[in-house]
Each structure stands twice: as structure tokens, then as C-alpha cells.
């Protein structure tokens, strides 16, 4: 590596003589971490509630067949919901598509309330729900640089990833003792409340404006003309372009063994079902060390280095899962792999957030999740299937090997490899540009509906 002095991955910051507030106690981070851990738990109660009221309407296979379908349009328009969140700005559009999900949710329960409809009321709200979530991903993705300032959004990472435990944990069993108690119409009405108190909480939250707030201001016309330019961005990045590569391999390589293939796992075992909520509790306890360690320690030097040996390393203990003799082990092994997903995940965010300029931040961000909730999942069929020709082992192997690959090409890559992250130390992964977030102190606007 050069001894030359590093260049930080945004612009030279003008210095500010008001200290940086940390993310954790800021009133306004906080108001907009309690309304994304209420989306988050209502999501789990919903598809709880839509689950559970599918299949007594059709069984468990129109159950699949609803669920999938929910899934196929936040895959085919997440892209287009990234143009959306830059034209319109990511505040009106979280706050409009948590609206729609609560008029839509709560208008079911009051059917289910009064009728049971068919089949047929539950994939169109699947379907509906599925839109939303092509909206909603990217702007969430896309508005922590306007709520905290640039030092801050390694710290606000690790925050959401602690909500995203808090929503893994507490939403199912919500959901699960709404239905047994009160069914299907009952977990609806919850899931349409928690929206609901979540969008109060979000018209509360101040946003700072950026220098192209309200516009992507990129030269292009049209939803198809401003996604090109978003894709341009990231491939003339030095950062951008590797990171979306290594997310999109370590998720490939991560999604399957971690979800389906654990399951065959622990029955090939003979661990069971208990086996294998170990092994998951394990996973979520190293998860949530990674998200509470990036929220208390807030800057991690040479950010970019640390993902990819994060990556590597989690794909040894994705490995090591397939192999290891015991259920005591194979429990060691998911809180590594739990540990190193989240801590590497939570980089990804940052880094992402820190390196795209304002105006792309929403077409950027969507490109990252159609990778992580749109692509990745299409390999569970794959995974079952290898898993039923040649065991778990090859097929654990494999997948920590295309893992690894994902985190050794970030490796390669010398403007990914010394990416820094604002406050942590320089770096020398691009060059100095105008008009990124926190070139000034962010002026708080007033809430705008």
C-alpha cells in the first residue's frame, strides 16, 4: 500500500464550531429509530396475520402462493422506488408509503371483522403490500444522511440494526398470540396501529435539507433516464461499484445456508426444531453484539478493509456449520457468523450512505436491497434442491466459497479496500466532491407533510 496521505470519501468538510451530537442522543434520531422498529414489528405482525389467514382460507400451499406473490413486485419496482425516493426526496416517501400500508391494513381487519372474503382480498393485499415495499426501502435507506451528521451514520447503522433484532424478536410472538386470541382480524388491526403511531413518529422527525434536495438534477428525463444515471454513478464510483459486487455475492453465497439450508441442517442432524433455535438465537445474539458494538463505538477505522475481512471471515463460520460435531459448536459457529453478518452489514450501510452523493442516494440505496431482499432470495429453491443431491456439506461449502469470493473481490479493489469513513480516520477512496451531506451544519427544517 502507498505511504501517501489519505483523502476522505466525501468532500472536505468546512469545520463547525458546534460538536457533533452523538447519534444515540440525539431526540430526533431517536423519534425516527422508535418509528422504524414500530414499521419493522408491524411488518412482522402482518405477514403473521397474512400467513395464518391464508392458509385457513386455501391451505398451506396458496399460504406459499400468497407470500411469494407479495414478494414479486418489491423485486421488480425496488429500482423504480429508488427514482421515486430522489425526485420526491426519502421523507414524503416513507411517510406516504407508511401511510398507505396503515389505511390498507386496517381497512382488512374491518373486512375480516365483518366477512370472511376469499382467497382473493389477500393477494391483492400482498401484492399492494409488496408495492409499498418497493417505496419504502429505498427512501429508509436513503434518509439517515438527512437526520444526523456524516460522523454519525456508523452509530445510526448499528442502531437500526439493534431495531431490526428488537423487531425479530418481539414481532412474531405478537403476531402469533394476536391470531390465536383474537384471529386473523385482531393481528391486522395491531399491525395498522403500530403503522400508524410509526407515521406520527415519522411527521415529527426533522430533516436537513441537502444542496439538491427535492431533485436528482442529473441532466436525464423520466424514471428510465434518471435510473441510468443512478447505475452510472455507481459504476464510475472507485467504491460504490465493488461494494454493490460484494453485497450482492455475500448475500448470495449467505441467504440460502443461513435460512432454508439450516433448517435441512438441523433435521439431517438430528438436532430438531430446538436444534435449530439455537443455532438462530445464536446468530441473532451475535447479530445484535455487531449492531449495539457499531452504535456504542460509533467510528471504526478503515471501514472499507474491515467489511471485506468480515465477509471472508463469515463465510469460514458459514462453513463451518455443515461440519462441526456437535450442537454446542454449530451454536459457536452461528453467533460468528451472526457477529461478522452484522458487523459487516452494518459497514455496508454506512460506507454506502457516506460515498453516494445526495442526489443518488435512493436510486444507490435501491440497487443494494433489490440485492439483499429481491435477488438473494431466489436461491432457497436452489439450495434445496443441491441440498438434496449432495448433502449440506458441498452445498455449505460452495456457499461460503461464492461468500468469500464476494469479500476477496472487495479485497482486489484498492478504492474499496482503503474506504474511511467520516470522523473514523482518511482515506483514500474518492476524490473530493461539492455538495455532499455535511459539508455544512445540517439546518433543521420543520416537519412537512
Known amino acids: 500500500m502507498s505511504a501517501l496521505p489519505a483523502v476522505p470519501v466525501t468532500a472536505v468538510r468546512a469545520p463547525s464550531a458546534v460538536p457533533e451530537r452523538p447519534a444515540h442522543r440525539d431526540p430526533n434520531v431517536l423519534r425516527w429509530l422508535a418509528a422504524y422498529t414500530l414499521s419493522m414489528v408491524g411488518d412482522s405482525v402482518y405477514y403473521m396475520a397474512l400467513a395464518w389467514a391464508a392458509t385457513r382460507s386455501g391451505g398451506p400451499t396458496q399460504a406459499g402462493l400468497v407470500l411469494a406473490l407479495g414478494a414479486v413486485p418489491r423485486a421488480v419496482l425496488m429500482l423504480g422506488g429508488g427514482v421515486l425516493a430522489d425526485r420526491w426526496g426519502p421523507r414524503r416517501?416513507?411517510?406516504?408509503?407508511?401511510?398507505?400500508?396503515?389505511?390498507?391494513?386496517?381497512?382488512?381487519?374491518?373486512v375480516l371483522f365483518l366477512s370472511a372474503p376469499g382467497l382473493w382480498l389477500l393477494i391483492a393485499v400482498a401484492l399492494v403490500f409488496g408495492v409499498v415495499d418497493a417505496l419504502f426501502l429505498p427512501a429508509v435507506g436513503a434518509l439517515p444522511p438527512?437526520?444526523?451528521?456524516?460522523?454519525?451514520?456508523?452509530?445510526?447503522?448499528?442502531?437500526?440494526?439493534?431495531?431490526?433484532?428488537?423487531?425479530?424478536?418481539t414481532g412474531a410472538p405478537i403476531g402469533g398470540l394476536l391470531v390465536a386470541f383474537g384471529g386473523s382480524a385482531a393481528a391486522f388491526a395491531a399491525a395498522g396501529a403500530l403503522f400508524a403511531v410509526s407515521?406520527?413518529?415519522?411527521?415529527?422527525?426533522r430533516v436537513a435539507p441537502l444542496p439538491t434536495d427535492g431533485a436528482a438534477h442529473t441532466g436525464s428525463t423520466g424514471a428510465r433516464g434518471e435510473l441510468a444515471d443512478g447505475l452510472r454513478h455507481i459504476r464510475r464510483s472507485r467504491v460504490l461499484g465493488p461494494l454493490m459486487l460484494v453485497i450482492a455475492l455475500s448475500e448470495l453465497g449467505?441467504?440460502?445456508?443461513?435460512?432454508?439450508?439450516?433448517?435441512?441442517?438441523?433435521?439431517?442432524?438430528?438436532?430438531?426444531?430446538?436444534?435449530?433455535?439455537?443455532?438462530?438465537?445464536?446468530?441473532?445474539?451475535?447479530?445484535?453484539?455487531?449492531?449495539?458494538?457499531?452504535?456504542?463505538?460509533?467510528?471504526?477505522?478503515?471501514a472499507g478493509l474491515v467489511l471485506c475481512l468480515s465477509v471472508v471471515a463469515g463465510a469460514f463460520a458459514v462453513a463451518a456449520l455443515a461440519f462441526v460435531p456437535t450442537l454446542a459448536?454449530?451454536?459457536?459457529?452461528?453467533l460468528l457468523v451472526g457477529l461478522l453478518a452484522g458487523f459487516g452489514g452494518g459497514l455496508c450501510g454506512a460506507l454506502t450512505q457516506t460515498v453516494t452523493e445526495p442526489a443518488?442516494?435512493?436510486?444507490?440505496?435501491?440497487?443494494?436491497?433489490?440485492?439483499?431482499?429481491g435477488i438473494a432470495p431466489l436461491s432457497y429453491p436452489v439450495t434445496g434442491a443441491a441440498v438434496g443431491l449432495w448433502g449440506t456439506g458441498p452445498v455449505f461449502v460452495v456457499s461460503a466459497v461464492i461468500c468469500a469470493a464476494g469479500g476477496a473481490l472487495g479485497?482486489?479493489?484498492?478504492?474499496?479496500?482503503?474506504?474511511?469513513?467520516?470522523?473514523?480516520e482518511p482515506s483514500r477512496a474518492e476524490p473530493p466532491r461539492a455538495g455532499l451531506p455535511g459539508a455544512e451544519p445540517p439546518r433543521a427544517e420543520p416537519p412537512r407533510s
Open 93 to 110: 416517501v416513507v411517510i406516504g408509503s407508511d401511510a398507505a400500508r396503515c389505511a390498507v391494513i386496517l381497512a382488512v381487519a374491518v
Open 146 to 169: 438527512r437526520i444526523t451528521a456524516p460522523g454519525q451514520l456508523t452509530r445510526v447503522q448499528g442502531l437500526r440494526g439493534l431495531a431490526a433484532r428488537v423487531a425479530n424478536v
Open 199 to 205: 407515521l406520527v413518529l415519522l411527521v415529527a422527525v
Open 254 to 302: 449467505f441467504v440460502g445456508p443461513l435460512n432454508l439450508g439450516l433448517v435441512l441442517l438441523a433435521e439431517h442432524r438430528g438436532w430438531g426444531a430446538s436444534g435449530m433455535g439455537w443455532i438462530v438465537a445464536a446468530f441473532g445474539t451475535g447479530a445484535g453484539g455487531a449492531s449495539l458494538l457499531l452504535a456504542v463505538r460509533g467510528r471504526i477505522p478503515r
Open 329 to 334: 459448536l454449530a451454536a459457536v459457529a452461528g
Open 360 to 373: 443518488y442516494l435512493g436510486r444507490v440505496t435501491s440497487v443494494s436491497t433489490l440485492f439483499t431482499l
Open 411 to 424: 479485497l482486489a479493489f484498492a478504492g474499496l479496500r482503503r474506504a474511511g469513513l467520516p470522523g473514523a
